[in-house]
Structure formats: C-alpha cells, structure tokens
C-alpha cells in the first residue's frame, strides 16, 4: 500500500479532476467513501443536487475564515492511496478505515478531535483512493503533520500486516523526490516519455560520472543541452546550480527549474563537490592496474571489467564506509557505461542505471576517497566514446556487463544485510535490467567462441574436462552441462596457444572471486579468463579461417595423464566427469 503526499493550492482544479473521467476514461463511478463529516461534505458523484463548488467551499471554509495574509498559500493536502497490485480489492467501507487511520496517522485529524482539518475521500478505481484535505483547522491553526510521509508510510505498514495484504518496503528518507500528478499530467499532454525531472536527474548524473571537477561538470551539463544557471555569490563563489529543459516553461513563459538538490539528495552542489574531491585528475585517468585509461572503448571496457570485481571483494567485506563508497562509484560507472553503449543494449544498460541510482544512496556514511577507481574507469569509458556494440566492443561490452550482474548482486547482499529494504530492492531491478542486456551483448560473441569449442578435437576437449573437474570438483557435472561450456572450452584452448598453462589460468580465475552467485559459471569463467589471459573478447566465426591446430599439451601431474591431440575432429563429442578407463 503505497500513500503519496503533495501540497497544491487549488481545491476545485484537483476535484474537477477526481471526479472527471481521468485522463484516459479511466475513472469509473466517482464517489466519497469517507469525510471529516459524511452528512456535511456532498458528494457530486452519487446526490445529483450536489456540485463541485459546493464540496469545495465545504472544504475551504476554514481557509477562507482567516484574513488572506494568514492563509497558506498552499493549503491543499493530497494523498492518493494504492495498494500494491496483486493485493485484493478494498471495499469502500475498508478504504474509509484506511483514510480515516491515515488522517489520524499524519495529524491531519487525530481520532476524536473536532477542531481537526476538513478531509474527504475520493475512489475512482478499485486499486485506490484520494485523500484531500485542507490545511487549516476549525480553530484557525495549522495541523501538527511533520513528517507525515514517513508517518502515513508506517501506518500502511501496519494495515497490511493487519489485513493481509503484500507488505512493501519501509522508505528511509533517502529517495529523491518523486514527479507530481500535476508534473506527470503536463508530460502527457505535452507528449513527453516521461516528467522533465526525471530526464533531468539522469542528465546530471551522466555529466557527473567520471567528472574531474566542477567545471567538467558544468560544461558536460550545457554540452548534454540543458539550460544552466549558477548561483553566485558576490565574492564570485558558485553557491548553487539549477538546470532547466528547454522549452519546458510554466504558464508566465518561464523556464521551469530545478535546483540539484531537488533532482536527487546527492546531486545539491555542495554534495557533488565531495565526491569529486577525491576524484581522478583531469588528463591521468588512472585504471586499477596503474595505467593511463585506454582512449578505445573496448581497453575502457576492459579497465573497468577489472575495476568492478574489484568492487564485489568491498562489497562483501565489513567495512560500512567503504562499501558505501564502492556503491557510489558503481553508480557512476553504470552512468558512464550507459550513456556510451550500443543501441541494442542502451535502453536496458539506462534502466539499470536509474534503477541503481536509489541504491547508491542510504544513511552509511561514505568514504569517498574509496571509490576513486571505479569514477576513473567511469572517466575512461566516457572519454572513450561510444562502443559499436561489434567484435571486439561487443566482446568486452559483455565482458563487463557479466561482471556488472555480479557487483549487483553483491550490492543486494550489502543491503539486504544491512536493513537497506528498498536500496536492495533497487538493486535486484537494476540486475535484472543487466542480465538484459547481457544476454544481448553476448549473444554474437558467445555463438561464435561455442561453435569454436565444439569444433575442438574430441580428446582436447576432455582434457580440458578434466581440468575443470580437477578446479570445481563440487560444480564440474553442473558446469559441463551448461550452455557455455564450449565456450569455456575454446577459451582454455585459445589460452594455451598463447603460452599459458590453462590448468593453472583456471584455477587463478576461480580463485580471484566466488561463483556462487553466477547465474551462469561458465559465462563468467569465460570473459574472466579473456581479461586475465589477456585474450581477444571475441573469436573469428567457425569457417571464416582454417583452424589451427592445437599444441601439445603443458606437462601433467603424473596421476592424470593428458591425452595427446588429434587432428581427428569430433563435433559430437560429449565426454562428463566419470571414472577413467
């Protein structure tokens, strides 16, 4: 059950629409369900002596009783009430109960006092009610409502446990601020996706993802087509900015603003200039390895592949400030990733990125200074353009992208142990828009490093078998049954052309993080051993040259002999862990 307050000036504006047909026909059978007094508040949707106006002086009077300067200029209380979908239908006698606690809850009107604000209760659809109050009491003062969000989100908790109802998630005050009805409304008529805030949040936060400093930001801001203003002080010190969609304009034919602070809690200047205090410097971007950052989108991509597992270590370690920090940084990475991706993966990767942006955010104080490489890998992938999404782009997009799930995950656990309900809430969506956009990404590269691994003699291939036996003894039935396990395959063959000794490549891959929460092992052993062997992420398509034949194997321990290579090729081999013969 989900209560939403907003404040607003116009009592008639927001009944015409209650009682209208919605925007869409959607408001079936408007009427009252409850009021501060039934038998004084008419009701224009059942009595048809009843009107508008008459239901709106009813809930005025104590409003319009006052000398105008004592009146507040916004002294509308509007709180839609939903509940969550797959919850039942309410009746109109329960939905009454769930106003009234609701008003008693807020201090709109506590229970048993008759100086309280007039309220009704408005439903137009089965899955919700309007509550609208105005405020000023009886007595001529104010409600005592501080807090009364926090407080009208507890009591629905309540209801649903009582009721039987899905019990959402407790918010902790660290969201940003939600579009309005009124904002929401002006989006459609206007034929806008989506409320100009929303698209202005993730503006500001792709200029700021790998920013170096303030001016970077401001210019990315301007260069993204916003309008900026800054507020100076007269010393010349910036105090302030707020960005503005052109041609967004209220009704005198101004542009509507928005200060950052009002976009999202960490995006108010004065927190943005915190994170970039640590942040990487304006011409040595600096990858985890110690190297300037590539000016290729696939190097970039790979820099951050390593940067990111980097991060899951922090993430399940026990160090709150740092673990914070690291979310932080994984969302600025997520931002710069998005905003420089393919088309076929940019709407998922852009999901997943506002998705991730409320898990970035709760009360664990953060140490910036920890995130420095992961805002320097952000700062790569943005300076390295926009990846193709083909051959070796694709490759390491989706290299980064199975790593990308990974961190996720590790942030849900954060959270989730942490009592964070909707941070890892957030985060769970944001993987699943990643996992997305990773079977997309993947598919091309994937295909082809499969088709190259079947194409494998029969006895490299169970070589190949035993080593993944011998390196995850309690997994390798499980792995060599998985889609990815030519992959795997071609990749541990490609590895020893190279020069590497595969068994023990293996072993440095499943030893450098846990797999257990890998929705595919096989997957993430695959684009792990690429960036470690230091291998192309992606494979010419069988057919496209003659394949080369494989070297003889590195020398193994005696109680495991290899078998020797064989130009005899068998597609259809199929060998699984067992006794040898």
């Known amino acids: 059950m989900v209560p939403d307050i907003s404040t607003g000036s116009r009592t008639y504006g927001l009944l015409a629409y209650l009682y209208g047909p919605g925007r869409r026909d959607e408001h079936t059978d408007p009427h009252l369900v409850a009021a501060w007094m039934p038998e004084l508040a008419p009701d224009p949707g059942r009595d048809p002596a009843a009107t508008l106006k008459q239901l709106t002086d009813r809930l005025d009077l104590p409003v319009l009783a006052l000398p105008k300067d004592r009146r507040p200029a916004q002294h509308v209380w509007h709180c839609p009430v939903r509940t969550a979908p797959g919850d039942r239908h ?3 006698a329960e939905w009454a109960e769930v106003a009234r606690r609701i008003v008693h809850a807020t201090g709109i009107a506590e ?7 007039r309220w009704i209760a408005v439903r137009h659809a089965e899955d919700h009610i309007h509550i609208v109050a105005t405020l000023k009491r009886e007595d001529g003062r104010s409600p005592r409502r501080h807090q009364d969000g926090i407080r ?5 908790r309540k209801i649903e446990k009582e009721w039987g109802l899905q019990i959402l998630n407790e918010g902790d005050r660290t969201a940003a601020q939600h579009p309005t009805s009124a904002e929401r409304a002006k989006a459609e008529r206007t034929g806008r996706t989506e409320p100009p805030r929303e698209t202005l949040r993730e503006h500001v936060r792709q200029a700021l993802a790998g920013a170096a400093d303030e001016d970077e930001f401001f210019r990315r801001l301007t260069e993204a087509g916003l309008r900026l203003e800054k507020r100076v002080a007269p010393s010349g010190d910036i105090l302030g900015y707020k960005v503005a969609l052109p041609g967004d304009r209220n009704r005198d034919g101004a542009p509507i603003w928005f200060p950052g602070s009002r976009l999202a809690p960490d995006l108010s200047l004065p927190r943005i200039r915190q994170r ?8 040595e971007p600096t990858t985890a390895t110690g190297h300037q950052g590539s000016a290729r989108p696939a190097g ?3 820099d951050a592949t390593h940067v990111a597992e980097q991060a899951v270590t922090v993430l ?4 709150d400030a740092a673990g914070a920090a690291q979310l932080i940084g994984v969302g600025e990475l997520l931002d710069a ?5 393919p088309a076929s993966t940019r709407k998922e990767l852009a999901e997943a990125a506002r998705a991730f942006e409320r898990a970035t955010r709760s009360h664990t104080r953060a140490e910036h200074a920890d995130h420095r490489a992961l805002r320097s890998a952000a700062r790569g992938i943005v300076r390295a353009g926009n990846a193709l999404g083909k051959g070796e782009d694709g490759g390491t997009t989706a290299m980064l992208l199975s790593t990308m799930v990974l961190v996720t995950i590790a942030a849900i656990r954060w959270h989730s142990a942490r009592g964070h309900a909707q941070q890892a809430a957030a985060a769970r969506q944001a993987a699943q828009h990643l996992r997305a956009a990773y079977q997309t990404a993947s598919a091309t590269p994937m295909k082809a490093m499969r088709e190259q691994g079947r194409r494998l003699p029969a006895p490299v291939r169970d070589r190949y078998a035993d080593t993944v036996e011998a390196a995850l003894p309690g997994q390798s039935d499980h792995v060599l049954r998985e889609p990815g ?5 071609a990749t541990l063959a490609q590895a020893e052309r190279v020069g590497h000794d595969p068994d023990a490549l293996l072993q440095q891959a499943i030893e450098w993080r846990e797999l257990e929460t890998a929705d595919n092992v096989t997957d993430v052993l695959v684009w792990r051993l690429r960036r470690m062997g230091k291998l192309p992420a992606t494979v010419d398509l069988p057919g496209t040259r003659a394949h080369p034949r494989t070297p003889p194997p590195q020398p193994r321990s005696p109680k495991q002999p290899a078998a020797e290579p064989t130009a005899r090729h068998d597609t259809n081999s199929t060998r699984r862990p067992g006794p040898r013969r």
């Open 111 to 117: 229970e048993g006092d008759d100086k309280a604000c």
């Open 485 to 489: 396990w030519d992959a795997l395959a």
């Open 90 to 92: 309410l009746t109109d």
């Open 300 to 302: 970039a991509r790979r």
């Open 276 to 283: 970039l205090a640590d942040g990487p410097p304006e011409d």
């Open 337 to 341: 990733v998005a905003q420089t991706s």
């Open 152 to 156: 009208a989100q507890a009591e629905c």
């Open 316 to 319: 399940a370690g026990d160090d």
